[in-house]
Every structure is written in structure tokens, then in C-alpha cells.
């Protein structure tokens, strides 16, 4: 049989590929990645080319500049935001997610790059998360210097979607922050999260909306706001915040508490010789962990290990530092207090304990 070609032959549209609107996206977009220029990014080309540029020879203010690359998504809170049409928050909590894991190191973000991956391109939405992904770099001092929409038919349904994204950073060579510079004595700072951010949300959706049957649009008394609207608050973005707080105080590490909680996010940045203890009795967790935990009769250890129980970001600093930094960050609007200390290990601790409990309102 030989092949043929007819106006009713098989093409990538009637496979639900539709490159017309994917370039419709693009367009549309275009306004938003602009915003995100750095002056290293300035007059380089720009979005629709294969390859985004960054002038690296602009860093001369660096000796011998190390580059720092971070890779993550969102996770399923994506869901939430498809449920409810809301897309131009989702891209706070990408760019969280990615920089904010490079400025744990002390490294100043410099771009990043994004994948949107979408069962049907609608333009529009497209462009809505990719306003949110500039939105979040601009919080992060980045460029957004390019990226990728796939569309997925046969594979996600037509309003299904995923987004995911990559990030570089920069940092002196003898200013990279980590366990080496941590002390005895030095005290841990708790910043305080934007509310559950975007780790756990297999959890909380399982405990509430699949268990407890709540709607998204239910008015919950404790919020002051819908459900839907409590868990889709963005994440916070500590990056500036963080590189100002290195720019004015003795800062030995960071630690973005992210999937697995407090207690094991900030034991990957503890020396083997040293142990770090968090009073819980100094913050009062948001409602929606209160409401997480209840519902779904969630054992304390699981809720810690799985949500960030309302700290976003650890810094540690000397006792002495402590002060300046609460003040540092207070003036940039971070809400921070001194939350634990460092002290020697012995062979019964591990390296992060989270002792007490919560405060109350």
C-alpha cells in the first residue's frame, strides 16, 4: 500500500497538538518575562529563541565566582489552583521553591528557566502562570530568561497541568554559608512562613477535601477566607531578604524548610559535632496546621515531618548577631524571632530537636 496524502490525513493538530496556540502563549507572555531583566540579560535577545542568554563577564565584582543550580517543582498544589481557575499565583510558589534553595548557600539568584507542562495550551492561562513565575523572580532579584510550554494530549486531560523550573545563582568562593561555619552557641532564627507553601499538599488535600469532603470555596471562621483561598496563599520568596541579612550580619548557614520539615531540613546543614534545638514554644503554627492535624487525626510526628508548621526559612548567626538580624529583617517586613540554639552532640541527639510545645493564642 502506498502512503498518501489527503486534507483528512492524520496531523499534529488532530492529535491535539495546536502549535498556533502555543505560539499565542508566547505572545502573550512576552510583556511579563520582561519585567524580570537584569542588567546581565539587557539587549541579549529574547523569549522565542532556543536558548536564553546571561553575560556572565558583568560579575566582575566576584574574585572566583561559583555558579549554584537548583531544580524543582510545585507539586500537587497545582491541583488546587486548576479546581479553582486561579493560575497567576502558582509561579510564586515555582520561584520559591527553585531560588530560594540557592540562596541557602549564600548565592545570589541570577536567572532561571521554567517548564509548563499542559494537557491543552489555552493561551491565557499559559500566559497567567508565566506572570506569576516573572512576578516571583522580580521577589527574587532574577531574570526569567526563557522556558518551555509542552502540550501533552492523551496523557493529562485538557485543563491538567504541571509546572516546573531551574535556577542559577552566584556566590564568592569563600562566602558559600553551610555547616562548616556553624558554632556552639550560635543562635536559630525562624522566619516565618506565608502559611503551608508548597510541600504536603498530597496530605492536606487527602485529610480535606477527600476525607473531610470540605469544599474549596467553604468559609472557614479561622481563616477569615475560603479554604480554597488559605491553600493557595504563595509561598513566600526569602531571597532578598536572606542576601540583606548576609549583607549586614555574620550569617554561618540558612535552611529553607521545605518537604520534610523543620527538624530534617535544618539537620542537613548541622555539623556531625553539633545539634541544633528548636523551642516550639516560641511561635503559635498557623490555623491551617491545627486544622490539617485535627481533621485528619494526624500524628504530630507525621504533621512535623510533612509541613513546615509555619517557619519558611532558618538562619543561623552568632548569639551575639542575633539582635542585628532580628532588626534587619524586621525592617524589610520579615517576621523573625530567635527560636533555638546550637549546642555539642553527644551520641543521644540527632542533629535538629524540636522540644516543647507550640505556643497557644
Not at 486561579?86 to 545570589?108: R, S
Not at 493561551?123 to 530568561?145: M, S, W, Y
Not at 542576601?243 to 529553607?256: E, I, K, M
Not at 539582635?323 to 543521644?348: C, F, K, Q, S, Y
Request: charged residues 20%; glycine residues 12%.
Amino acid at each position: 500500500m502506498s502512503a498518501t496524502n489527503s486534507a483528512s490525513g492524520a496531523s499534529y493538530a488532530a492529535a491535539g497538538v495546536d502549535i498556533e496556540a502555543g505560539d499565542r502563549a508566547v505572545e502573550l507572555m512576552k510583556e511579563w518575562v520582561k519585567k524580570t531583566q537584569r542588567p546581565e540579560t539587557a539587549g541579549l535577545g529574547g523569549l522565542g529563541g532556543f536558548a536564553g542568554l546571561f553575560d556572565a563577564s558583568a560579575l566582575k565584582r566576584f574574585e572566583r565566582p561559583l555558579l549554584a543550580s537548583a531544580t524543582d517543582g510545585v507539586g500537587t498544589k497545582v491541583d488546587i489552583a486548576r479546581q479553582l481557575g486561579v493560575y497567576d499565583t502558582i509561579g510564586h510558589d515555582l520561584v520559591a521553591m527553585v531560588m530560594d534553595d540557592i540562596v541557602v548557600c549564600g548565592a545570589e539568584p541570577l536567572f532561571m528557566t521554567d517548564y509548563i507542562c499542559v494537557g491543552k495550551v489555552h493561551p491565557e492561562r499559559v500566559a497567567a502562570i508565566v506572570k506569576g513565575i516573572a512576578e516571583g523572580c522580580v521577589l527574587a532579584g532574577c531574570a526569567l530568561v526563557g522556558g518551555e510550554t509542552a502540550e501533552h494530549p492523551g496523557l493529562l486531560g485538557p485543563d491538567d497541568f504541571d509546572v516546573a523550573g531551574a535556577g542559577t545563582g552566584v556566590v564568592e568562593a569563600d562566602r558559600v554559608l553551610g555547616a562548616d561555619r556553624i558554632r556552639t552557641g550560635d543562635a536559630v532564627i525562624a522566619m516565618a512562613a506565608s502559611g503551608l507553601h508548597s510541600n504536603g499538599y498530597s496530605l492536606v488535600r487527602h485529610v480535606l477535601l477527600k476525607q473531610a469532603g470540605l469544599a474549596l470555596d467553604a468559609h472557614i471562621e479561622e481563616f477569615g477566607h475560603t479554604l480554597g483561598e488559605e491553600l493557595l496563599v504563595p509561598t513566600k520568596i526569602y531571597s532578598l531578604d536572606c542576601l540583606a541579612l548576609t549583607r549586614t550580619t555574620d550569617v554561618h548557614a540558612y535552611s529553607h524548610v521545605t518537604g520534610g520539615g523543620l527538624a530534617a531540613n535544618l539537620a542537613r546543614v548541622i555539623p556531625d559535632n553539633l545539634h541544633a534545638i528548636v523551642d516550639r514554644s516560641t511561635w503559635t503554627p498557623a490555623p491551617i496546621f491545627d486544622l490539617v492535624g485535627k481533621t485528619g487525626s494526624v500524628e504530630r510526628l507525621e504533621l512535623e515531618k510533612t509541613l513546615n508548621m509555619g517557619v519558611g526559612m532558618i538562619a543561623i548567626v552568632p548569639e551575639d548577631s542575633a539582635d542585628a538580624a532580628l532588626t534587619t529583617l524586621a525592617d524589610r517586613g520579615v517576621e523573625a524571632w530567635v527560636a533555638g540554639e546550637i549546642t555539642p552532640r553527644d551520641n543521644h541527639t540527632t542533629g535538629a530537636e524540636l522540644i516543647n510545645d507550640y505556643a497557644t493564642n
